[in-house]
């Protein structure tokens, strides 16, 4: 494991596991989580507790990987992606207390072997999205995505086969 720029920045690793070769760029918050062989993450991303990151992926800047989501191997995620694990987020509970782990529900959310997703795209929760497919940049993932498909726009829609 690289960490690189480490003496002029803040690095947030916490019980994390990291592959061999894998290389992290400076400002990484990440925890309990799990990061593959000769993996490449970049500077100001989160990644979550429980989040299992399969080998030779490519994490760019500015992404958020929340708890639930699960990234095989080969994947590519450009800038800012965001991912969501509430399908009804809320800040409290109806008796005005902060919501906990136990008033939400987690869903999970797949990125198979060799998908790509393009640069500021979300992706809501529970959902897979199949091998080799291509999420377009700035796309909003609603529902699952095939298998070798491109996909693209708001909500995301079947562009092409690969």
Request: glycine share 10%; proline share 2%.
């Amino acid at each position: 494991m690289e960490i690189l720029n480490s003496e002029t920045a803040y690095h947030c690793l916490k019980n994390v596991k990291i592959g061999e070769g894998t290389r992290i760029f400076q400002f990484v918050n990440a925890y309990n989580c799990e990061l593959g062989n000769d993996c490449k993450v970049g500077a100001f991303v989160e990644i979550q507790k429980g989040v299992p990151i399969g080998n030779r992926c490519k994490i760019s800047s500015h992404s958020f990987l929340c708890e639930g989501v699960v990234i095989e191997d080969d994947v590519f995620i450009g800038h800012s992606v965001t991912f969501i694990n509430d399908r009804f987020p809320r800040a409290s509970v109806a008796e005005g207390k902060l919501q906990t782990e136990e008033d939400w529900t987690l869903e999970y959310t797949t990125v198979k072997k060799g998908a790509s997703i393009g640069s500021g795209s979300t992706i809501l929760c529970g959902i897979t999205i199949g091998e080799n497919a291509i999420v377009g940049a700035g796309s909003v993932v609603t529902k699952d995505v095939a298998p070798n498909t491109i996909v693209i726009g708001n909500p995301a829609k079947k562009m092409r086969d690969i």
